[in-house]
């Protein structure tokens, strides 16, 4: 493997106290001769609002660039909006976590030093993640149509459930009644998903998971489903629109509007450290199998 020469950087411009600890970021990058290049919004950020020393660096304006690997750093968020920007790239994201959990970014800034040498000696590993793509069928969606968690269709408002009919394949499945509906990948089934309800699903599963939010059914539970399937969503509602959350990035349609949802035809690569798995992972970020009773 050649080792790293450039950097695209993105990051979290609302954690001013963790954003300053990016010099730390900054000074690793040289210590490896790496150059930086800094996506312009989180440049203005460090440069304007926390007067942050920027080493040698070159902007990021849009998404015209190429690098050897990104950083993420921040929160889940972050990372998403991050891949969003490497899009089928294939440059792999390392997420350095300043956020709480922390299942994409996974990283820390305590480390970096050494993460980085890693990095170099090719001993980080490489997780491909499958992602999802939109199509409308009043036409193209007016912001960035593929996701690597989750694509939801809610409600717009407080009132009245949305009807959301499923077709998959060449299959009526049914209509749900319900405040939203969740198709998510295995990597965005610890995110929404999980959170009302959803199955967790290990890396590579090649599983697709459709999670109703408060259905109006008790016997309505998620399910599982391979993820070569084409799911067609026709939404209904008494407001005459609906919302459709592509990995939090919200926009409006109008009733009746299909939505057809299949797995993209490329992924994101994330990096890891290899001795760190999914299921170490739950054990120590979702505490599976601890006991506070022996606390």
């Known amino acids: 493997m050649e080792k790293a020469k450039r950097c695209a950087i993105f990051g979290n411009t609302y954690q001013p106290k963790k954003c300053e600890a990016v010099q730390k970021l900054f000074e690793a990058l040289d210590t490896f001769g790496i150059v ?28 015209a660039f190429e690098a050897d690997f990104a950083v993420s750093m921040g929160g889940d968020g972050t990372f998403l909006t991050t891949a969003m920007r490497v899009g089928d790239k294939q440059i792999p994201i390392l997420g ?19 993460t980085l040498g890693h990095l170099q000696e090719g001993l980080l590993r490489k997780e491909r993640c499958d992602v999802l793509q939109v ?3 009043e036409g193209r969606m007016q912001g960035y149509p593929f996701a690597l968690n989750e694509v939801a269709v809610l409600k717009r408002d407080n009132s009245s ?45 090649r599983n697709l998971g459709l999670v109703p939010v408060a259905p109006h059914g008790l016997t309505v539970r998620p399910l599982t489903l391979p993820d070569n399937l084409e799911i067609t969503l026709t939404v209904e509602s008494r407001s005459h629109n609906f919302l459709v959350a592509i990995d939090g990035r919200s926009e409006s349609c109008q009733d009746s509007t299909k939505l057809v949802i299949r797995k993209a035809p490329y992924q994101v690569n994330v990096l890891k450290r290899p001795e760190t798995t999914f299921l170490h992972t739950l054990r120590t970020k979702l505490l599976w199998g601890s006991d506070a009773r022996n606390h």
């Open 135 to 137: 199509e409308c069928s």
């Open 161 to 205: 459930m949305i009807s959301i009919r499923v077709d998959l394949g060449d299959e009526y499945l049914t209509t749900y009644q319900a405040d939203g509906l969740i198709v998510n990948t295995p990597t965005g089934s610890t995110g929404y998903a999980l959170s009302v309800g959803g199955p967790v699903m290990l890396p590579g599963s």
């Open 36 to 63: 930086p290049l800094i996506d312009s919004p989180f440049f203005e950020y460090l440069n304007d609002e926390m007067h942050v020393s920027v080493p040698s660096h070159q902007l990021i304006t849009d998404d």
């Open 96 to 114: 350095i976590n300043t956020g709480r959990l922390g299942f994409l970014a996974d990283f820390s800034l305590d480390d970096i030093t050494e």
